[in-house]
């Protein structure tokens, strides 16, 4: 099934909503080349994509975090971390088992869960973070 963006997953901030669009797109893909049989090296290109795709995204939202000093910054960072490690398992797991059902059912676990509890809930903490410094400030009281 097709993983589709809403407003659950919207953090505020153009930058990072327009990359995590991108995001589930490339996504998608992976799921429809396990689905349709495409494969083992297309699937791996794929997960090679994504990968480059993910090094771009996640240094966007650390360079953000940096520049705002954001207070969960290495907790953010670790989850980020831990993605990467997981991505590299799974193209390990494609690579040796095929696009088969195995791997669909691994890329669906992992990059479903990472859109609900990463994206929904560490993204949009960071992007209530970003919205609130670029906010201008309240307008003088009179007197
Ligand atoms: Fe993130």
């Known amino acids: 099934m097709a993983l589709q963006w809403n407003d659950s997953l919207e953090?505020?901030?153009?930058?990072?909503?327009?990359?995590?669009?991108?995001?589930?797109?490339?996504?998608?893909?992976?799921?429809?080349?396990?689905?349709?049989g495409k494969s083992a090296q297309e699937l791996r290109a794929l997960l090679v994509f994504l990968e480059e795709y993910?090094?771009?995204?996640?240094?966007?939202?650390?360079?953000?975090m940096k520049a705002t000093a954001?207070?969960?910054?290495q907790e953010h960072k670790a989850q980020h971390?831990?993605?990467?490690?997981?991505?590299?398992?799974?193209?390990?797991?494609?690579?040796?088992?095929?696009?088969?059902?195995?791997?669909?059912?691994?890329?669906?676990?992992?990059?479903?869960?990472?859109?609900?509890?990463?994206?929904?809930k560490f993204d949009r903490?960071?992007?209530r973070h970003l919205c609130a410094r670029a906010a201008p400030p309240s307008a003088p009281t009179a007197g």
């Open 11 to 36: 953090t505020g901030v153009a930058e990072i909503d327009h990359q995590h669009m991108e995001f589930i797109a490339r996504i998608n893909r992976i799921f429809d080349a396990c689905r349709t």
């Open 54 to 64: 993910v090094v771009v995204h996640f240094g966007a939202e650390e360079r953000h």
């Open 70 to 73: 954001y207070p969960h910054y």
């Open 81 to 120: 971390d831990g993605f990467v490690h997981a991505l590299a398992e799974l193209k390990h797991q494609a690579a040796t088992a095929g696009p088969g059902l195995s791997t669909q059912l691994s890329a669906n676990r992992l990059l479903s869960e990472w859109l609900i509890n990463h994206t929904g």
């Open 125 to 127: 903490a960071l992007g």
